[in-house]
């Protein structure tokens, strides 16, 4: 087998093949556990264990450390603490796992509006467009950990395949804090060692009825007639399971609003009442929202402007343009026009947010060219800031206005 496996960051190979691997699996590491460890540091390296210490509660998540004592998530806490005595338990706070897995959420979108969530902690992500920005998927693989790992204080495994379901089972095994490329040459090297529970689909009872047929691994079930598989399991299961055991899986990344809108909003930690200072924010965000609407290939034909007022009101103001545009600057200008018409003096802000509305592929929108080539050479400058930015970091080449004195 030729896959590759990368366990900590600084030595990545990326001498393997990946180029037609751009599915990402994205998984936290025990996710919930070290949320809580982010605040409590003093449990770094202990055996932790989240969940509700009663006598019905069960384990949502545990610490690799708790977990080498044979703890794992959906197992009775009774059971946990009789495993692991020592162990640290902590009850659940799902308001602060949905708030850092907004932020994940967040990071997946600077490389990709193509981001299927599965739960809080994970994702699918086709990265196949944002290949344009970046050398390829494990560079990007290694960017969303790095930024993960930074900016979040917690770290992730990733799986790159062809397909969601290579992707996914790439992941698991790279865990904790890895990376799994498997290219199309490598499946069924890959896949057919597994043993049948590794196919999706296959519970308890299916893997008895597998091994009462003497089905043991994965590369077994492909060797058998998916007659014989659809009636020992039906005529769903049968064939789904024949497919997956050569690796095969059509399934799309099916993105949440990622065709209808692409925006970033700011929380400030104290409110703003500065025009100036606000229009600074709306300028930052507008970089950042269309660096994401021409990383995906798409131009919008509404810029919309949202604002937060201390007491906690919200306004939203659009534009329709008369050619849809993936330009930093044009929705700048679109947005500050917004923000100027508010007319607000002296009012406290606490969030702006800018979005892009009605995108399509860039290719299929029609865009207005000017006679004196300005427009032209602003696109240049972008795609050039842009390039920048995927080597060199989000910061690399800011505006004026946005560089810390």
């Known amino acids: ?81 009789r495993l692991c005595p020592q162990a640290v338990v902590l009850e659940p706070n799902h308001e602060k796992y949905a708030q850092v897995s907004e932020k994940i959420r967040e990071i997946f979108l600077d490389f990709t509006p193509l981001v299927e969530p599965l739960a809080l902690d994970e994702a699918f992500l086709d990265v196949s467009g944002a290949k344009k920005l970046f050398k390829n998927s494990t560079t990007i693989a290694q960017k969303i950990r790095k930024r993960v790992e930074v900016e979040l204080k917690i770290t992730c495994s990733v799986g790159i395949a062809p397909n969601k379901f290579i992707a996914k089972l790439a992941s698991t095994m790279a865990k904790p804090n890895g990376l799994l490329v498997v290219a199309p040459e490598e499946i069924l090297n890959f896949l057919h060692l ?73 929380t400030f930690s104290q409110d703003l009442d500065e025009a100036e200072d606000i229009l600074r924010e709306i300028l930052r965000l507008s970089e950042k929202v269309g660096a994401r609407v021409r990383a995906a290939g798409l131009v919008g034909k509404t810029v919309v402007l949202k604002v937060r007022f201390a007491n906690f009101s919200t306004i939203t103001r659009s534009k329709t343009l008369l ?33 892009v509305e009605n995108l399509k592929l860039e290719a299929s929108g029609s865009q207005q060219l000017t006679f004196d080539g300005a427009e032209n050479q602003w696109q240049q400058i972008e795609a050039a800031t842009d390039r920048a930015s995927g080597r060199f970091g989000h910061d690399a080449v800011l505006p004026a206005r946005l560089i810390e004195e």
């Open 194 to 266: 597994l043993p049948v529970g590794a196919l999706w689909g296959v519970g308890g009872k299916t893997e008895a009825e597998l091994n009462r047929l003497g089905l043991k691994t994965v590369g077994q079930v492909s060797q058998t007639p998916v007659s014989t598989l659809k009636a020992a399991l039906g005529e769903s299961l049968g064939e789904h399971l024949s497919e997956l055991s050569w690796g095969r899986d059509e399934r799309r990344v099916e993105p949440w609003e990622a065709e209808k809108s692409i925006g970033n909003e700011e």
């Open 1 to 81: 087998m030729t896959h590759r496996q990368v366990r900590k960051l600084p030595q990545v190979d990326l001498s393997g093949n990946d180029e037609n691997s751009n599915i990402l699996h994205v998984d936290m590491d025990a996710f919930y556990a070290s949320v809580e460890i982010i605040d409590r540091s003093e449990l770094k390296g202990k055996p932790v264990i989240i969940g509700h210490n009663s006598g019905r509660g069960v384990v949502t998540s545990a610490t690799y450390e708790a977990r080498e004592f044979g703890v794992h998530a959906a197992m009775s806490m009774v059971q946990a603490t």
């Open 323 to 355: 050619h849809p545009t993936n330009s930093k600057r044009e929705i700048y200008k679109t947005a500050s026009e917004l923000f100027g018409a508010l007319k607000l003096s002296g009012v406290k802000i606490r969030l702006v947010g800018v979005r």
